[in-house]
């Protein structure tokens, strides 16, 4: 087997470099890089510049580095300079990212030549990418122990909001809290008291820190007496660094004196009720904002638990607990769909002519996904945690509702549809803000439909007219607010009946593979086929996936429909075997199938049902679908791999190019996207990133096919630079099952796109 060319050997010893990027910072990754590239060119300077300034230079004294002819060298991609300390050089530069980085090479004696200066910019490329990598890896660092912090916070918080949310005695939510802020405070000592809640209005208090037998003495103390009642005549946090003066005021002895302190009042119905306190006796303590601003997410949940308790001594008082049950939900504690409908038709009584009435119908963005992906205990908590975010997004009057699994709805009375298209905002962006379950980063997002009340409108068709505008947010790209308009209700049957159409469609047989030939550019024969499925509609003709696809994906139809195509697909190749043994197929796999297992069992049965052996089927997946959950898709491809099958990365390039997941995952093949193939000829930039696709897949060992070459020009640059394998409508479209097999039939070639 011939030796692998010295660039590519130098370019593979280069990318060693980035195997380590967990273990190494940007400063020690750019210096060992620069170190690699003058190793290989035998370069006496190596520099990396940022617009005019240099931020790394080897060859040159730190306190003598000659910025100017840096400068001038990085504006050309090759010249000849005259360096101080060394002479006459040579100078060859490449960019190293879009951001205005650049790599400059100075060597004395012999030019570049073509190899090179090629490899220097592959290298450039290389090292771009491994520079954007290590930014996000410590992004996601500091991320991760920042979301550490809080996730103590947001699990204890957590804790005490489940406790009000399942209507807990308020004396045990009440002691949940003292507990927690002596743990997230490190306080020696937390109070809480309520006055004027309950039967006869005894003060309801919880005390940490001291004897049992304090508690009757700290309940009886005066709201507005002493330190903490100064929260309660003032209303707002109080924080002191001596407090000494007012120990006694809790039962301490003169020998445990309080050094710091700090009270927020509690509220119920706009008035205060109670105080929450803590104190610390640590000699010189202070407490932080931060730990203030945890002190008052503290009092606002006692405030909360006194609203639900004084809302639930209601409701209690006036209805049986069997109906209070059947009016909420069960898991979120909210209104359920009756009660909303009940509420909307109040306030259409019962509201003033001419003052307005909103609904805002709100669905989670991908929610069965995450719950498929994570599991139904994680999806509970996520509905949780949409739910308490809707109430602290919404107005004090507004009623919020849970209709049925991840559909929500808030009733805003008094406010038109462009006012509570700004209330709407206000939810969707409460709801993008960071989330962590179980250690796990989840982005949230939802969609928002929006209408008005209007005359003669019923609670049903109100709410339905909102639901309506909500499907059009979802269609419109998610993560948005739409106000309803009667033309809606049109599309959205429209749209039901396409949903009725596919799954008619999928019975009926109606989705099958077409198939576009990859061809091997030095043999100019067929080297494999890409299935890409096609809908033979009953009526509409033949149909492009881009008029069905995305709803298939949204309602999860589409796994169906790609295993309709990959059996096919399968067995069409197993009658071509006749015409060529060696020829191999490849098929699409939705994201949608990593969330389920059982693909491997389909995979398995379909290539034994043909009599297949797994080497001749390929997968395409994309980079975003190893992202999407790394141990599941892990798991999952190996098994896949076992079968034999080999898979290749779908548009490699536009996505999260890692080498780290190239090396983790059972990779075989880079497909080179039609963004980067246009400008081969023509674009040195796009020149550049498709050599370095090719040396890094030569280098790792895949094959790599180039996607969407319509002209003869990219065809030879291509060859040119090493890549074999091509598809694109210069040699041919995708065809059906029948053209195929008659492009495959000896008598048939391929030549400028024409069967």
């Known amino acids: 087997m011939p030796s692998a060319p010295w660039s590519t050997v130098q370019l593979a010893e280069f990318l060693e470099v980035f195997e380590l990027l967990e273990m190494l910072d940007g400063v020690n990754m750019t210096r060992i890089a620069v170190d690699r590239v003058a190793a290989a060119l035998d370069a006496e300077v190596v520099a990396l510049l940022i617009d005019e300034t240099v931020v790394r230079c080897l060859g040159f004294p730190a306190d003598a580095v000659p910025v100017k002819l840096l400068r001038n060298a990085a504006e050309v991609r090759f010249s000849t300079l005259d360096a101080p300390g060394i002479g006459e050089v040579h100078s060859v530069s490449a960019a190293v990212s879009t951001a205005g980085c650049t790599m400059v090479v100075l060597r004395a004696g012999n030019a570049f030549d073509k190899e090179e200066e090629t490899l220097v910019r592959s290298m450039a490329r290389a090292l771009g990418l491994a520079m954007t990598a290590t930014d996000r890896l410590t992004e996601s660092r500091m991320l991760a122990e920042r ?162 308790a004084v809302a639930i001594h209601s409701l209690r008082d006036s209805l049986e607990g069997e109906r209070f049950k059947a009016s909420h939900d069960a898991l979120t504690a909210l209104p359920n769909r009756t009660t909303v409908l009940e509420m909307i038709e109040f306030e259409l009584d019962h509201t003033a002519r001419g003052v307005p009435l909103s609904v805002l119908y709100i669905d989670v963005d991908r929610f069965k996904l995450l719950n498929d992906m994570y599991g139904h205990s994680f999806g509970d908590r996520v509905l949780i945690e949409v739910a308490s975010r809707l109430r602290s997004a919404v107005r004090e009057e507004d009623l919020v509702g849970r209709l049925a699994g991840d559909e929500f709805v808030v009733v805003a009375p008094g406010i038109s549809a462009e006012d509570a298209g700004a209330l709407a905002q206000r939810v969707t962006y409460q ?41 059009r947010a979802k269609t419109s790209g998610r993560d948005c607010v739409v106000c309803y308009d009667v033309q809606m209700r049109d599309e959205m049957f429209k749209r039901a ?100 297992p059982e693909i491997v069992d389909f995979v398995a049965e379909t290539l034994a049902k043909y009599r297949l052996h797994g080497s001749r089927l390929w997968l395409e997946i994309t980079e975003s679908m190893v992202m999407a959950n790394d141990a599941m898709t892990l798991e999952i491809l190996r098994s896949l791999r076992s079968l034999g099958v080999r898979f290749m990365v779908d548009d490699f390039g536009t996505g999260y190019s890692s080498l780290v997941y190239l090396k983790r995952y059972p990779i075989g093949a880079l497909k080179i996207d039609r963004e980067f193939v246009d400008g081969l000829g023509s674009d040195l930039e796009d020149e550049a990133i498709v050599t370095a696709i090719i040396r890094l897949a030569d280098a790792l060992g895949h094959e790599v096919i180039a996607e969407g070459v319509e002209t003869e020009a990219q065809q030879e640059w291509l060859v040119q630079s090493g890549c074999i394998y091509a598809q694109g409508f210069l040699f041919s479209k995708a065809i059906s099952a029948d053209a195929t097999e008659a492009l495959l039939s000896p008598a048939v070639t391929v030549e400028n796109g024409l069967l």
């Open 147 to 308: 979301l550490a912090e809080r996730q103590y916070l947001s699990d204890r918080l957590a804790q005490i909001q489940k406790s009000i949310s399942h209507r807990a005695p308020l004396q045990e939510v009440m002691d949940s809290i003292t507990e927690g802020a002596a743990e997230l405070l490190g306080a020696d000592v937390v109070g809480l008291r309520i006055v004027g809640i309950g039967e006869g209005e005894r003060p309801i208090a919880s005390l940490t820190g001291y004897p049992e037998e304090g508690l009757d003495h700290f309940r009886s103390i005066p709201l507005g007496q002493g330190f903490s009642g100064r929260a309660f005549i003032e209303g707002k946090l109080v924080s002191t660094e001596d407090f000494s003066t007012t120990a006694t005021e809790l039962g301490a002895d003169p020998q445990e004196l309080i050094e710091a302190a700090m009270a927020a009042p509690v509220h119920h119905d706009g008035r205060i009720v109670g105080v929450i306190n803590v104190a610390s006796r640590e000699v010189g303590r202070v407490f932080t904002p931060p730990q203030e601003e945890i002190l008052l997410r503290l009092a606002d949940h006692a405030s909360l638990a006194v609203t639900d």
């Open 431 to 471: 709801m993008t803000q960071p989330l962590v379950i179980d250690g796990r980063g989840t982005q949230l997002s939802v969609s928002v439909g929006v209408a008005e009340s209007a005359a003669g409108l019923s609670s049903e068709e109100l709410l339905g007219n909102a639901d309506v505008a909500m499907y």
């Open 497 to 596: 009946d396409l949903e009725q159409e596919i799954s008619l469609g999928l019975k009926a047989g109606e989705f099958v593979p077409f198939f576009q030939p990859s061809m091997n550019l030095e043999t100019e024969k067929v080297h494999s086929l890409e299935a890409l499925v096609r809908w033979n509609h009953p009526t509409r003709g033949q149909l492009a996936p881009d008029a069905f696809l995305e709803l298939a994906e949204e309602t999860g139809l589409i796994v169906e429909i790609d295993k309709s195509v990959l059996d096919e697909s399968c067995r069409q190749l197993a009658g071509w075997t006749r015409l060529n043994p060696d020829l191999t197929i490849s098929v699409n796999l939705s994201v949608r199938h990593f969330a389920h």
